[in-house]
């Protein structure tokens, strides 16, 4: 059986245990810092028992260690976040792009062809993409703006209206 543990380096092993004489043991599969399929591919060619892909990722998950995307839904965000960016596509290739995404949701969903993405998933098409980097530099300047905004000053004492009870 597999299972993943940290090294002292920040990484991870895929480590697989056996029995000795001398009592159970454990060897390295393979070393990563993100698990990828590359990754699962050479541990499964070390390993001496087949891996199983799924319970190898939830034990990724279960020991912190971070897992690749789809290379696909890397793509598809790249893409997005370009097109949000102004970039244009060529027509062969949006037309093409078009027919395999119209066929894919049509073996996704049979019964429900027209989804309508929302305005709010619109509006960050543009950050899909973005790396951590990225994002952590548009929160830094927006925290340094919000800093920057001046602060209305309150007055001393706040006026509320007088609260009465009415009696029947």
Known sequence: ???????????????????TPEGPRS????????????????????ASKPLDTQALR????????????DPADHAARELISSLAKGKKLDPTLKRL???????EDR??????PDAIVSDSARSVSEWIGASARERGDALVDLLLLA?????????????????QSVHP
């Not at 939830?58 to 995307?69: K, S, V």
């Not at 792009?97 to 066929?103: F, K, S």
């Open 97 to 103: 792009l078009r027919d395999a995404l119209e066929n």
């Open 147 to 163: 800093d920057a905004l001046p602060l209305r000053r309150r007055a001393e004492r706040s006026f509320f209206p007088r609260l």
């Open 27 to 46: 060897r390295t599969l393979a070393t990563f810092r993100e698990l990828s399929e590359g990754t699962i591919e050479k541990a499964r060619l070390r």
């Open 107 to 112: 073996r996704d969903h049979p019964r429900d």
């Open 1 to 19: 059986m597999a299972f993943i543990v940290p090294t002292k380096k920040g990484g991870y092993e895929i480590r697989e245990s056996h029995g």
């Open 58 to 69: 939830a034990a990724a998950l279960r020991a912190g260690a971070p897992i690749a995307a």
